[in-house]
């Protein structure tokens, strides 16, 4: 008969407990099919980085488009030089 280390046998159920943590966390990370949060969220972010200003429909004649601020058409403008 074979020595079983006790050692051994506890690191199974742990990496288990790991690897179903990781994949939840992927699956609560994508994005929502017409929500895009975290998208969203990172976009805005990125806009104001770069000075720019989120807007609902259209830039103004003095700016020009840079990006988008989300997912639904947002657009991120900046003034002209």
């Given at each position: 008969?074979?020595?079983?280390c006790f050692s051994q046998l506890g690191s199974q159920p742990a990496m288990r407990v790991?690897?179903?943590?990781i994949a939840?966390?992927?699956l609560f990370l994508l994005p929502v099919p017409g929500n895009g949060g975290i998208v969203s969220?990172?976009?805005?972010?990125?806009?104001?980085?770069?000075?720019?200003q989120c807007t609902l429909i259209d830039c103004l004649p003095k700016e020009e488009q840079i990006g988008h601020c989300s997912l639904s058409g947002r657009k991120c403008c900046l003034k002209k030089k």
């Open positions: 008969m074979g020595v079983v790991n690897y179903l943590l939840l966390l992927f969220w990172l976009q805005k972010y990125y806009c104001k980085i770069r000075s720019g």
